[in-house]
């Protein structure tokens, strides 16, 4: 293991949370490190915590009991600027607010007043042609407006990106377009990854490691070869062999 991968990005220590209108943890107990450079995907079913605990990693929500380091600092001594230039989060729904490309792409700077990487790169980046920067945002394709999100998520400079459900919504072709710039961005980029998805193939194809998330706790944590060839539980099994 080289010093690169030896620096944990993100650490998770026993991280619990519970809503206030509901009568079970959401997460109960949630341990692990992700390492800086590694890709890890993040499998199970609908409810388990998956989005609840990445959102947490954005200060988007806050546990209530255990901690999240991000560059072995607390999240909660981060402040919201600072840290959400290390860390981007992106959505299914690849959000779009009214205006341009360009106008999507210089959000950051609007809100924050600063910017790291500006449209032109950002295309680059993220495969949107420049041509499309004066166009209606709204006119994009759905591949091309999972794009504009993510060159929103990098427009800040984080090298730690969350990614949640990112090619649920998209065609077969358009997938596999954001899967080959996902792996892009972690080979040539050096971007560390979270990436939850219900799409186990592609768990197993892109995924360094993965991790399996059942009713609010960690089930499997493996390499990703172990995880689908030789799992320890039988919940991993089960969960491999049902959603086949
Ligand atoms: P997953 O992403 O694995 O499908 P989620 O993290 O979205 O799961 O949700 C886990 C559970 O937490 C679900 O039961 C969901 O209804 C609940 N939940 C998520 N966010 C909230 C919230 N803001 N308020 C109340 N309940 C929530
Ligand atoms: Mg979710």
Not at 53 to 67: R, Y
Not at 95 to 110: A, E, F, H, S, W
Not at 152 to 171: F, K, V, W
Request: hydrophobic content about 40%.
């Amino acid at each position: 293991m080289n010093t690169f991968n030896s620096i944990p990005a993100i650490t998770f220590t026993d991280v619990h949370k519970t809503f206030k209108d509901k009568e079970h943890s959401v997460l109960k107990g949630i341990s692990g490190t992700v390492m800086q450079g590694s890709l890890v995907m993040m499998v199970g079913p609908s409810g388990s915590g998956k989005s609840t605990l990445l959102s947490m990693c954005n200060l988007l929500s806050a546990p209530d009991e255990g901690s999240i380091e991000v560059y072995g600092k607390d999240i909660s001594k981060w402040t919201i600027s600072d840290l959400r230039k290390k860390v981007g989060i992106a959505f299914q729904s690849a959000p779009v607010i009214d205006g341009t490309v360009r106008d999507n792409m210089m959000l950051v700077q609007k809100l924050h007043g600063k910017q790291d990487i500006m449209p032109e790169e950002l295309c680059a980046l993220t495969g949107l042609s420049p041509d499309l920067l004066e166009q209606d945002a709204r006119d994009l394709s759905g591949g091309q407006r999972q794009r504009l999100s993510l060159a929103r998520t990098l427009s800040n400079g984080s090298d730690l990106l969350l990614l949640d459900e990112i090619t649920s919504a998209l065609d077969a072709t358009s997938a596999h377009e954001i899967e080959q710039l996902i792996s892009h961005l972690h080979k040539e980029r050096n971007k560390t990854i979270i990436w939850v998805t219900h799409n186990l193939d592609q768990a197993k194809r892109l995924g360094e490691e993965v991790w399996l998330l059942m009713n609010g706790v960690i089930v499997e944590k493996a390499k990703t070869e172990t995880f689908f060839h030789t799992p320890v539980k039988a919940e991993t099994k089960q969960f491999i062999e049902g959603a086949f």
